[in-house]
């Protein structure tokens, strides 16, 4: 019984890591897209409620984005937590800053102006 039972739970174990991979990329239209729909919400980003609120949205976008879309997530996500700590780190936030501009420009040039 105890063999049966070993069994059972390591197969459960095997189909429930096979339903838990991640899932594939998405396409640049795509990630264009989601990013647009968290852009249009009602979250404003100008305090850190809104910071905190945006990043937590692009989040699961940055864990499926398309490949050359992730590391401008990223950054965007680094500034916005160190933005909405109740007391950032000036000179990291410094750093993030030009990466966050970066980012800004890689995603206009992907997704910007109806190019997508």
Do not use: W
């Not at 105890?2 to 239209?29: F, Q, R, W, Y």
């Not at 965007?76 to 800053?97: R, V, Y």
């Amino acid at each position: 019984m105890k063999k049966t039972l070993t069994v059972l739970v390591a197969a459960g174990a095997l189909l429930g890591a096979a339903g838990c991979s991640a899932a594939p990329p998405l396409s640049n239209e795509e990630t264009c897209a989601r990013i647009q729909s968290v852009g249009a919400g009602p979250t404003s980003n100008s305090d850190k409620t809104g910071m905190i609120r945006l990043a937590n949205r692009l989040r699961p976008i940055e864990a499926t984005a398309a490949e050359e879309l992730t590391a401008p997530l990223h950054s965007i996500i680094e500034f916005l937590d160190e933005s909405a700590k109740p007391t950032p780190d000036s000179g990291k936030l410094g750093e993030l800053q030009s990466q966050y501009a970066a980012a800004g420009q890689t995603l206009n040039e992907v997704c910007g102006a109806g190019g997508q």
